[in-house]
C-alpha cells in the first residue's frame, strides 16, 4: 500500500491571519463540518448539498488543512457506521446469541430462516458501506479539484485514493471486530454447512442419473429403441435444471463470501467454509466406510471429494478471482505444486494452484480420518479377517499416505489387552486371533515390524497360561489335511506355498522377491516363539 504523499497541517500560516482570516476559518470548518454531516445522513442520496462540500473543501485546502479535513471525514464515517450500521448489523443476529447451547441440545434450528437473516444483514451493510465508500470518492475528487487549482503537481489523486480507502477499510474491520458477537461464526459454520449439504444432494443426483445414463449406453439397439424422444427431452431438461441449480447456489454462497471478506471477515469465512467441508467430509468417511469392511471405501471417498467439495472450491475460487493457474508465477519462480500432474480433477482443466493446495488438505483429512475409523475397529476387522481384506488394503494406504503406523501399533496393542488377553478369553482364541493378526499385519507390514511390536504382549500373556503348549501341539498336529484344517493347517499350508512360491520365483518377479522372503521369515520366526515356549514351560 502507498504511503499518503500529504503533509502536516501547516499551523505556521495561522500566525500570519488577522481576525477576519481565522473567523472565515471557523465558518468554513464548521461549514464543512455541517457539509459532511449531511452527505452522511443523505441515507444514499449523494446530491445533499456537493456544492457547498467541494467550496468548503477549496477554501480549507488553500490553507494547508487537507490532513484536518482527512481526520474528521473519516473520524465521522465511523462514527456514523459504528453507530447505525453496525449496531443493526449485529441486532439481526440477537436471536441466535445461544446457538452454541440450541445445537448442543439438538434444538431445532430453521436452516432457510439462518440463510435468510445473514443474507439480509450482509445485503444491508454492504449497500450502507458502498454509500459511504462513495462520499469518500467526493471527498478525494473534491482534494483533488482543489490540488488542480493550486497546480500542485506532486500531488497524487492515485495515492490519496489508496491511503484514504485503507484507513477506510481497517476502520470498517476493526469496528466490526471489536464488537463481534461470540456466537457469529458458529453462525457462519451452520450456514456453510447448510448450503454445502444442499450442493452435496445435487451433486449426488448428478452421479446418480450419470449412472443410469451408462446404463442406458450400455443397452442393446432394440433396448433403446423402447425410448421416446420425449423422454430423452424430459432427461436433458432436468439435467440442465441441475446444472442451473447447482450454478446458482454457488453464486449465491460466492457473493455471501465476498460481502463477509469486504466487511474484513476474511480469515473466519475462509474458516467456516473450511470446518464446513471437513465436517461434511468426515460425515461422508463415516458413511462410506462404517462397519463395513468387507469392500474398500478409499475410492469412494476420493471420488466423492473430486465430485463435491472440488468442485465447489473450483467454482468459488472463480467467482471470487482467486483462481490462478499454478502456471503463472509473478516472480518467476515455479511453485512446487506446479509438478502435480493437472489431470484428474472433475470438470476442471488445469487446477489453480489454490485447488490443488485444497486437494491436498481433503485428501490427508480423508485418508487420516478413515484410517482413524479402521484403527478403531482393527480388532474386529482381523476377527473377520480374510473377508475383511479390503480394510485391510484401505488401512495400508492410508498409513502409507499419513505415516502414522505408531497410532496403529500402540491402539491395537491396547485393544488386546482388554478385549483378548482376559481371563474369559480362552488360550485357543487366542491363539487363533494371533493368527488372523499375522496374515492381517503382513498385508500392513510385509517387514515383520509391527508384528513384533503387537506380538510381545500376546507371546508374554501366553507364557502364562497352563494349557498353552497343549493348544499348540493340538493346532500344529491336529488338522485334517483333506478338510478345511484347523489354524495349525493353515499356518503350514501357507509357509509351504510360500516356500514353493519363493523357488519357482523368475526374474521378471524379482520385485517381489523381499515380501515373501520377509514373509517366511516371520512364518518361520512363529514357529520358533511356539518351540520357545514348550521350551520353557
Known sequence: ME????????????????????????????????????????????????????????????????????????????????????????????????????????TPICDNEVQIVLCKALEEISLEKKYQEKCLYMLVHALQSCTENLLDREYSLDSERKYLFAKYQFMVSSVLMASLPPHFPEILHWYFKGRLEELSAIMDGELEDNNESQDKDDMDLDEKGQFRAGEMDVDECYNHGKYSEKNKLVKHIGKIVRDLRSLGFTSMTENAYASAIFSLLKAKVHNLAGDDYRSSALESIKGWIQVVPLQFLNALLTYLGDSISYDSSSAGIKSPLASRPSSGYHGVDTPSEGLIRWQLRLEYFAYETLQDLRIAKLFEIIVDYPESSPAIEDLKQCLEYTGQHSKLVESFISALKYRLLTAGASTNDILHQYVSTIKALRTIDPTGVFLEAVGE???????????????????????????????????????????????????????????????????????AIMIVLIKVM
Open 3 to 106: 504511503e499518503s504523499t500529504s503533509q502536516p497541517c501547516n499551523l505556521g500560516l495561522l500566525e500570519t491571519l488577522d481576525g477576519n482570516s481565522i473567523q472565515q476559518i471557523i465558518q468554513s470548518y464548521n461549514g464543512f463540518c455541517a457539509a459532511t454531516q449531511s452527505l452522511l445522513d443523505g441515507a444514499g442520496d449523494l446530491s445533499a448539498g456537493p456544492e457547498e462540500f467541494v467550496s468548503h473543501v477549496h477554501s480549507l485546502c488553500k490553507l494547508g488543512l487537507q490532513p484536518l479535513l482527512r481526520d474528521h471525514f473519516l473520524r465521522s464515517l465511523e462514527e456514523s457506521f459504528e453507530k447505525i450500521s453496525v449496531s443493526r448489523f449485529w441486532h439481526y443476529f440477537d436471536a441466535y446469541s445461544k446457538f452454541a447451547v440450541l445445537e448442543k441440545n439438538k
Open 457 to 527: 504382549p500376546i507371546r508374554e500373556y501366553l507364557r502364562g497360561r497352563k494349557d498353552t503348549i497343549k493348544c499348540i501341539v493340538t493346532m500344529l498336529t491336529g488338522g485334517n489335511p483333506n478338510g478345511s484344517g484347523n489354524t495349525g493347517d493353515s499356518l503350514l499350508e501357507e509357509l509351504n506355498r510360500d516356500e514353493e512360491s519363493q523357488e519357482n520365483v523368475g526374474i521378471d518377479d524379482d520385485i517381489n522377491v523381499d515380501d515373501k522372503q520377509a514373509w517366511i521369515n516371520a512364518m518361520r520366526y512363529v514357529f
